[in-house]
């Protein structure tokens, strides 16, 4: 992949489905491998998010915009991946 600056080389990483750890009910597992971003952490969403809203607490537990940022941004990309079949149930 390549991306014209550090941003947008943020997100967009594979899904991989764990089948050795499947349940007998026939309920997938899929794991978000986030290494392929620029620091190879999930963390790279929320410096993404913190440069639209313009501020950014380190904290990521504390953080306000730590919930509606991985809603709204690993979750849009786990549901298009998934052809919106992803379920938590």
Known sequence: ???DTILA??????????RALAPA??????????YPNPT??????L??????PGSYATDQFNNPYAVPGHRDML?????????????ST
Not at 75 to 87: L, M
């Open 1 to 3: 992949m390549a991306a």
């Open 40 to 45: 190879g952490s999930m963390k790279d969403r």
């Open 25 to 34: 009910n026939g309920a997938e597992i899929w794991v978000k491998l986030d």
């Open 9 to 18: 080389a943020i997100g967009n990483t594979p899904l991989v489905r764990l």
């Open 47 to 52: 410096a993404e998010l913190a440069t639209e």
């Open 75 to 87: 979750g849009r990309e786990v549901w298009e991946q998934t052809a919106t079949a992803a379920s």
